[in-house]
């Protein structure tokens, strides 16, 4: 048996990362990542950053992408819960516009590969989560784009705790709209 699954999606690029625990009595002991295991599944990418976020039940970041330098990234919730998704924003794909959204948790040993040319984010269903990701470009604050979280033309089905309103920073409740957006 493998040390990863790698699951395709309805989406070309997308990867659900699948990781495989060794358990013992002691608790387990996994690699979330082996650069030779990915680019045998075809995913052959170089990071040069890992980021992590802390954030309470209710957030939701996003949704992020960098416009002229854009990352990769393999994300994974290392505790809690949170639903993440991508939005491809490639021009000229056959799925422009259209999303896929995946749990994570700290229980489940998924990871999620987002490449180049989507942007990204995510809602958290715990009570905190704590969400790592390695990126494929160095992040640039000039370089930013967003869409709103709730565009109804992406139309993501968001698991919204409760019916409420999602926590945001004030710059994603004003994010524009993807048609909004120039590419």
């Not at 040319?117 to 009570?127: D, I, K, M, P, T």
């Not at 992040?139 to 019916?163: F, H, S």
Request: charge should be neutral; include cysteine.
């Amino acid at each position: 048996m493998g040390r990863f699954e790698f699951k395709n999606t309805n989406i070309e690029g997308l990867f659900v990362v699948e990781l495989i625990p060794f358990k013992d009595e002691r608790g387990y002991f996994m690699e979330t990542y082996n650069e030779s295991d990915f680019f045998k599944a075809g995913l052959c990418m170089k990071f040069v950053q890992t980021n992590e976020s802390a954030s309470k039940k209710g957030v939701l970041r996003g949704l992020h992408f960098q416009k002229k330098s854009p990352q990769g990234k393999l994300v994974r919730c290392i505790q809690g819960e949170v639903f993440d998704v991508a939005v491809d924003i490639r021009k000229g794909s056959p799925t422009f516009g259209m999303w896929f959204g995946v749990t994570l948790s700290d229980s489940n040993f998924k990871q999620f590969y987002i490449p180049e040319g989507f942007a990204h984010g995510f809602y958290v269903l715990s009570n905190e989560a704590k969400f790592l990701y390695k990126v494929t470009n160095f992040y640039n604050k000039e370089d930013e784009g967003a869409i709103l979280w709730n565009d109804a033309d992406v139309g993501i089905n968001w698991p919204i705790l409760n019916g409420g309103a999602p926590i945001l920073s004030s710059k994603d409740r004003n994010n524009p709209r993807l048609i909004d957006i120039k590419f």
